[in-house]
Every structure is written in C-alpha cells, then in structure tokens.
C-alpha cells in the first residue's frame, strides 16, 4: 500500500451537496436491467472470509482525495454502509481497529478513452494492525478487491452504492483474473447501502430528506 494516506473525515459542509448528487443519478434505463461491474480481488492465503465483529478504520489514498474533497463523504458513507451490512464496525477514536482498509477511488481519465469506455472505480486494500495503533498500520496486507463500472454519466459519487455493495461481497476472497459479473438495478443489497448512506448523511448534515436524499439514488451508464 502507499505510505502517503490519512484517514478519511466527513466533510459537513458538503455532505448535503454530495448526497444530492447520488440520490438524482437514478436507474431508470429499462433496456439495461442489469449492472456489468469488474471485480478483481485477491486475498492472503487462509484469510477468513467471516468477517462480523471485525473494527476498522478507513484510510484515504492521498492521491484519490487531492481533488476530490466534495466527494469524500458519500464515498465513507457508503464504504461503511457496505461493510456493515458484512458485520464490520469502524473502530472508536480512541481505539485501536482490527484492520486498516485503504481507499482508493476514480475515473479513468486516459486520454483518447471514449466516455463509454471510461471505468468509474473503487478499491479497497486491508491490512492487518498487530502492533494495535492508532492511525497507522505495519501489518501485512492480507485481502484487496477492485471493483468498477464503465459509462458512468454523472458525478463519480453516484455509482459508489452499487461499486462499495460489490466490493464488500468479494473482500476475502480471490478471483484469480479479473471477472465481470451483473447485477441487477433493483439489487436488494444495493438499495441497503444506498438507503444506510442516505442515514448516515442525513444524520450528519442535519439535512431534509429530500435534499440529503437526492445523492444516493443509483448509477446511469451509458
């Protein structure tokens, strides 16, 4: 993992914004039921794959917030949603974490990439905390999992319930090579996530539902 990474923090005077932004994006297009999502995965050899009542602390990749302040919050919330919904619990302040899972997250900006073909992604990096620090870990690595879609249209924030639902499901495990799998748009899974990162922002910005709603809503491709 790269060393240059911090944790990540809510930023309150953008989550109404940022949730806004999720909740609008919507997966109304009937010609495409189903989501197509890129799953790469690999894990330590005997990792458990039962992973309820393991603490966390998430840390960003320096390098994927830099420019993405804005975006930070829904990202965190829908990561912790998804993980929850595993069993997981980010660790107290004052608490030493079980894990620390590195954050990583963009659009591939190639140039001469179509729009179409552009990957929206999330990945996420676990390792292990043996010296029970704080806000920084020397432990092995032991699973990381990247997941992305491609065609998002939009703000990056919108396909993050559908990529930290699929990332979730894969962390533990290893697909050898990556692999497209579908999912539906009416994922049940997906709208936990979505709805709990909805909670979360809610919660936090002290906004009205319609308005910290309105970033949550799904992804639209292309």
Known sequence: MKAAARPLRRLPAVIGIAAAVLFAA???????PKHRVLVDAIAAPGVEQKFSGVSYRLIARKS?????????????ACVDAALGGRGMFEAPANGAPDLFIE????V???PRVEAASRETFLQLSARTNPGRSLDK???????????AVRGVTGRLESAMPLLAT??????????KLETKIEIPQSSPA?????????????????????????????????
Request: hydrophobic residues 40%.
């Open 26 to 32: 919507g997966c109304n297009n009937i010609f495409a």
């Open 137 to 147: 870990s020397s432990g092995p690595e032991i699973w990381d999992v990247r997941v």
């Open 166 to 175: 699929v990332a979730s499901e894969h962390i533990g495990t290893d697909t």
């Open 64 to 76: 994927a917030v830099a420019n993405a302040q804005d975006q930070v919050s829904v990202i965190k």
């Open 190 to 222: 997906v709208k936990a996530v979505r709805e709990g990162a909805i909670s979360t922002l809610e919660g936090k910005s002290g906004a009205s539902p319609g308005a910290a709603g309105a970033a949550v809503k799904g992804v639209k491709t292309r």
């Open 103 to 106: 954050v990583a997250f963009g």
């Open 108 to 110: 591939d900006t190639t």
